[in-house]
C-alpha cells in the first residue's frame, strides 16, 4: 500500500483534530484512499503530550520543510511570517502542502499559486474557509461550469453567535462578546473576528476564485459587528428583519462589489435563519442557479475534517489551480468603491421628542429626499430611537443627505445596508 | 491547446442544457480546463434543429461508442436498457463516460464500477442526484475523511412541489399533480416521482457512497405521495409539521436504514423550509457534524452544469472510484426492515361522530398502549379526522396495535413517520 509522509506544523485545536483523526479513522480512510498517512514529524512552540513520542519533533516549523521524509506538510499555525516561510520552503522542497490559513492565502495567494505551479506542486486550502463546508472545492470543481454572479456568505462563526445573542435574548453587544469568549466562541484577542478581517480574508479567495482574478484582501470594504448596538437588533427585528455580517461578492458587469459588512435580511430568508456559530454561502450561479451550503465553520475535528479531504485528494492525485486558473490568467480584480453601492438602507436617528411627531417625522426630517417604506420607534426617555427602512439609495448621495440633515432635531443617525436576496 | 472530443447520446431538455453551455462558455471553460471540449458526434431518436448540422448525428446511440473520433461519452438517454449498453460499449472502448442516469448507476452500479476499473476507466454521474446540488462529489471528495452517520434528502422536485402547493394553497393531490404536469414540473406519466422510484435511486446511490457498500435498490422500503391527502396536510400543518417525502438513511451498527417516505418534520427544521422545485441534502458525519445543501435538481441548464463540471473533472485528471471505494472492497448492505422501525408516529383516524366525545377520543381508542402527545382535529359530517402525534413506537408494535382498534368506533386509520431531526 502506498504511504504518505506528513509533516504536521501547529498543535493547537486545529492540529489536534488532524492528529485525531488520522489515528482514530485511520482504517476507513486506507479504505477510500487506498493509502497509509502517517505523520512523521510535527513542530510546534512546545511538544503536546497527545503526540506519540516517536514522532519527530521540531521546534521550528521550517525544519519540516527541510525533513526529507516529509512528502506533505499540513499548516496549521496561522499568520503571514512564519506559516509563509513554512509554505514556500515546503512548496520549493517539492513537497505538497495544506493549510488551513485564509490570511495567508488572501493576503498572498496569487504569489503563492504562482510557486506552487513553478515547483509542479499543489496546495490545499479547503480547511481556510468555511470549515467543514466544501466551498472550496464547490466552487472550484462543482460550480467551474458556471459564471458566479453573486455570493452572500456568513464565514465567522463569532460574530453569528455574538448576533444570534442579542437579537435572542436581548442582550448588549459587550455582555454577548464576554459570554462568547467564555463559551470559547470568541477568542481572548477578538479583534480579526469582530472587525470583519477574519471574513475578509474568506471573501477575497471566494470572490478571486468566483472572478477568475487575484484576490483583492486589500481593496475590501471592511465592517465589523462591534458597532452594532442592541437597539439596532430590535427596531430591525421590529421591521420584519435580522443583522447578519455578509460578505458579499456582486459582478456587476466588468467590476464587481467585494464587500464586508452587517446587513439586514428578510427573517423568512433562509441565509438569515442560520444562527449561532454555522457558516453558510448562499451563491448565484449562470447555469445552476442558487446553491446554500450549510456547515459548521470551526472547531478541530470540523477544520480537520476539511484538512484530511485534501490529504485524500492528494493521495488520490485530485487537483487544481489555487484559484482555479492558471496564475497568470487571473485578472486583476475592479472592485466597485462602497459609495457607488446602489440599494436599500435602514437608517437609525436618535430624534429630540419634543421636536417632532411620530406620525410625520419623517417628512419632517428627511422632505421628499428619502422615502421611507416601514418605521419603528423606540421610546427613550427625552429621545425617540426611530428606524427607519428606505427606498433604494445610491450610497454616496445617502451619506450627503445624512450629513445635512437639521442638527438640532437629529442628535445623531447612522444606517445600515439592506440585502434582498429573494432565495 | 488540448482538445476532448465528445459523443452526446440524448437530445432532450438535459443534453440540450449540456449543447447550450458548451457553445455559450467555451471561453470560461477553457480558461478553467485548459481544454477545447468539442461535440463531434450526437445520436437520438430524430436530429435537432439547434444542433450544428456540421456534427455528426446517429440515429443509433451505440453507434458513439464505437466512434473512433470521440474520447468522453456523455449518456442523457435515461433508462436502462439502450443507456446500459451504451455506457458499457463506451467502457469497454476506452471511452470516458459522464452519465445523468440514476437508475442505471442504482439498479447496475456495482457491475459498471467493476467495469470501469476493468478497463481502467472513468465514469462521472454528478448529474444523476440532486442535479446541480453537486452531493455526490461531497460525500466522495469532501466528506471523504468522516463517516456518514445519516442524512435526510429531498430528492425529487415534482413530489417537492406537489406537497408544498397542497400546504400552501390547500388543493387536494390529484389537482395538484395536474397542475404540476400543466407547468412542467411533472411528467405527463409520472409514476417514477409520485411512486417514490426516483427518490429511491438517488437514495441508494448516497446510500452506497456513505456506507462503502453495492448500491442496495431492490432492498428498499419505498412508498411515494400518491396517498397522501389533503387531511394529511391539514392536520399536520395544525400539529405544527410539514410533510416531505424524505430520502433517509441512517448507520445503525452494523445494519443500516435506507427508505424513502413522506415523513413530518417541524415546520422550523431547516430542511422541512426547502420548497417547490429545490432539493436539500441534510448530512451527519463524525467529524464535520452537520451539513446542508440546497439547490434546483432539475433544469436542462441545471443539469447541464453538473455534466459540464464531471468533464472538467476529466479534462484535469481528477477522478475516484464509483461509490468512493475499490469495486471488490464493496460491503453487501445490511439493511434493516422498516418494520424494525424506531421513532414517532403520527396517526390519521377516521371515527364514527357518536362514538366518542373529542376530550377522551385517544383514551377510548388507544387505551394505555399508546401515548397521545398532541392531536388535531376536522369535524366533516358523521365523522371526525383525527391526527395523532404519538410517542415513540416499534413499527411492527403499532401495526399490531391499529390492526386490532375497534371496528365499530374507527372507521379507518393510517399512519405518517415522523422524522425528529434537530437541525
Redesign the interface.
Known amino acids: 500500500m502506498k504511504k504518505l509522509k506528513i509533516g504536521l506544523a501547529g498543535l493547537g485545536t486545529v492540529g489536534r ?1 488532524v492528529y485525531e ?1 488520522l489515528k482514530k ?1 485511520a482504517k ?2 486506507e ?4 493509502t497509509i498517512f502517517e505523520i512523521v514529524a510535527v513542530s510546534a512552540r512546545s511538544n503536546k503530550d497527545f503526540v506519540d513520542s516517536k514522532i519527530k519533533f521540531y521546534s521550528n516549523a521550517i525544519d519540516l520543510a527541510n525533513d526529507s521524509e516529509v512528502d506533505v506538510v499540513i499548516e496549521v499555525i496561522g499568520g503571514t511570517t512564519l506559516a509563509k516561510e513554512l509554505v514556500e520552503t515546503a512548496i520549493k522542497n517539492g513537497k505538497k502542502v495544506i493549510t488551513a490559513n485564509k490570511a495567508l492565502i488572501a493576503e498572498f495567494g496569487s504569489e503563492i499559486s504562482a510557486l506552487v505551479e513553478k515547483y509542479n506542486g499543489h496546495i490545499g486550502f ?1 480547511a481556510s474557509t468555511a ?4 466551498v472550496i ?2 466552487f472550484k ?7 458566479i454572479t453573486e455570493f452572500y456568505a456568513i464565514l465567522n462563526g463569532t460574530c453569528n453567535f455574538i448576533l444570534t445573542k442579542m437579537g435572542n435574548e436581548g442582550s448588549n453587544y459587550l455582555e454577548t462578546l464576554a459570554q462568547a469568549q467564555k463559551l470559547g466562541y470568541a477568542e481572548a484577542d477578538p479583534t480579526l473576528d469582530i472587525k470583519g478581517i477574519d471574513t475578509a480574508h474568506k471573501l477575497a479567495i471566494l470572490s478571486a476564485i468566483s472572478s ?1 482574478s487575484k484576490p483583492a484582501f486589500k481593496k475590501l470594504h471592511i465592517e465589523g459587528v462591534d458597532e452594532i448596538s442592541i437597539e439596532d437588533v430590535k427596531l430591525a427585528d421590529e421591521l420584519g428583519y435580522k443583522i447578519k455580517l455578509l460578505g458579499i461578492y456582486k459582478k456587476l458587469g466588468d467590476s464587481c462589489q467585494q464587500t464586508i459588512y452587517p446587513a439586514l435580511l428578510k427573517k423568512c430568508d ?1 441565509i438569515a ?1 442560520v444562527d449561532g456559530p454555522f457558516n453558510a454561502v448562499l451563491v448565484n ?12 465553520g470551526a ?1 478541530g ?2 477544520t ?6 485534501d ?3 492528494i493521495a ?5 489551480f489555487l484559484f ?3 496564475n497568470s ?1 487571473l485578472s486583476e480584480a475592479n472592485v466597485i468603491n462602497i459609495s457607488q453601492r446602489v440599494g436599500k438602507y435602514f437608517l437609525k436617528l436618535i430624534i429630540d421628542k419634543n421636536s417632532a411627531q411620530k406620525t410625520n417625522i419623517a417628512e419632517v426630517i428627511f422632505g421628499n429626499k428619502i422615502l421611507v417604506e416601514q418605521a419603528a420607534f423606540i421610546d427613550a426617555n427625552e429621545e425617540i430611537i426611530c428606524g427607519f427602512l428606505i427606498n433604494s439609495q445610491v450610497e454616496k448621495d445617502l451619506t450627503e443627505i445624512l450629513k445635512n440633515l437639521d442638527s438640532g432635531l437629529v442628535k445623531s443617525s447612522k444606517f445600515l445596508r439592506v440585502e434582498e436576496i429573494g432565495f
Open positions: 483534530g483523526i479513522d476507513i480512510l479504505l477510500k484512499s487506498q479547503e470549515g467543514a463546508n466544501p472545492k464547490n470543481e462543482s460550480f467551474v461550469s458556471n459564471e477568475s433562509k435563519q450561479t449562470s447555469n445552476a442557479s442558487w446553491n446554500l451550503s450549510i456547515g459548521r472547531g475535528l470540523t480537520g475534517s476539511a484538512i484530511v479531504a490529504l485524500i485528494d488520490c492525485g485530485r487537483s487544481s482555479g486558473v492558471e490568467k
